[in-house]
């Protein structure tokens, strides 16, 4: 059973950090595009991040310059590490695997709030 097991949400303040993980379950992390979207109250989800299978990255540019997404093969595992945070960053992150357009596999989601 494939499952991308996420953690590392919670709550901080505006400018602070925060590293969000995503564990490969059943699934190898380096087989697929991974990435993150984000989904905020009453808004559409938004795709933050991605690094593709060759380890090119991209990033929605509310977020560049302060999130940066990485993979550790070893550990089997997707990184979003997120800095300089704002409260308009708040939302429920969600992990993701693709093969193509569109994701196959998520993760359960985390909620991160930035808020002082």
């Known amino acids: 059973q494939v499952q991308l097991v996420e953690s590392g949400g919670g709550l901080v303040q505006p400018g602070g950090s925060l590293r969000l993980s995503c564990a490969g379950s059943g699934f190898i992390v380096s087989s697929d595009a991974m990435g993150w979207y984000r989904q905020a109250p009453g808004k559409e989800r938004e795709l933050v991040a991605g690094?593709?299978?060759?380890?090119?990255?991209h990033y929605a540019d509310s977020v560049k310059g302060r999130f940066t997404i990485s993979r550790d093969n070893t550990k089997n595992t997707v990184y979003l590490q997120m800095n300089s945070l704002k409260p308009e960053d708040t939302a429920v992150y969600y992990c993701?695997?693709?093969?193509?357009?569109?994701?196959?596999?998520w993760g359960q989601g985390t909620q991160v709030t930035v808020s002082s």
């Open positions: 993701y695997a693709s093969l193509g357009l569109f994701p196959r596999y």
């Open positions: 690094i593709t299978i060759g380890g090119t990255t």
